[in-house]
């Protein structure tokens, strides 16, 4: 079955310091990623997407992350963290046809000043 | 600008009321959604419409119904509340363009409490 993983349920950084969280996928096809974010009390927002093509993928707000196939991750960087990015951030996959997104189960980003 | 708009933002039922969730987008999106999002179980679909006049069960069906009213509009209705459905509920659209390319823009979720 299809599934996304993220293993780390909380990570705190310092702010200026570089951020990576960690997605990985269980997936038969060719996966279509998703990494959105979640501020407090918000709805969730796009950060970037994987659909084909180059692996490494820009973002907004200054976020990266990189598809590797060989190792079913995806996992999202940030070279220098704000304080303004601690939020909750969500890797998903879009089982494509089906209209079903799969989602993970977030990782909460605390910043420390 | 509005994007996707919900309402009621925050609700309390007592168990066994019912009640609708109205979501509304003004993107002339085809497909909307209804999730759940739950403390460490990120989200969950409950029902999908893929285009108007089409509804599907997604993850979470059970204790829920819902009424894709006309394009802009997809409603979630629970009959009968009970705890377990103690949540905070988003809504989302997207302009389905094939395979994997089905990027959903949400509203900013509904916090329902039941007693």
């Known amino acids: 079955a299809q599934s996304v993983t993220q293993p780390d349920i909380h990570i705190t950084v310092s702010e200026g310091a570089s951020l990576e969280l960690r997605c990985n996928y269980s997936?038969?096809?060719?996966?279509?990623l998703f990494w959105y974010v979640q501020s407090p009390g918000q709805g969730l927002q796009l950060l970037l997407k994987?659909?084909?093509?180059?692996?490494l993928v820009q973002g907004i707000k200054g976020f990266e992350a990189e598809f590797k196939r060989s190792q079913s991750s995806f996992n999202l960087r940030k070279p220098s963290v704000h304080w303004s990015d601690a939020a909750e951030y969500f890797c998903a996959v879009d089982t494509s046809g089906t209209y079903k997104y799969i989602f993970g189960t977030g990782t909460r980003l605390k910043v420390l000043a | 600008n509005a994007g996707v708009t919900q309402t009621p933002k925050f609700q309390v039922l007592k168990t066994g009321q019912s009640m609708t969730l109205q979501c509304a987008q003004d993107?002339?999106?085809?497909?909307m959604y209804w999730y759940r999002q739950d403390p460490g179980m990120g989200l969950r679909l409950i029902y999908y419409?893929?285009?108007?006049?089409?509804?599907d069960k997604g993850e979470v069906p059970n204790g829920y119904n819902v009424s894709r009213l006309n394009k802009r509009e997809f409603s979630l209705r629970l009959e009968s509340a009970a705890p377990s459905q103690t949540s905070v509920y988003f809504c989302?659209?997207?302009?389905?363009?094939?395979?994997?390319?089905?990027?959903?823009?949400f509203g900013a979720g509904s916090r329902l409490t039941v007693l």
């Open positions: 419409s893929a285009s108007e006049g089409t509804t």
């Open positions: 989302a659209s997207s302009e389905y363009r094939g395979a994997g390319a089905n990027v959903l823009t």
């Open positions: 994987y659909f084909s093509g180059d692996t």
């Open positions: 997936y038969g096809a060719t996966p279509y």
């Open positions: 993107m002339n999106h085809n497909s």
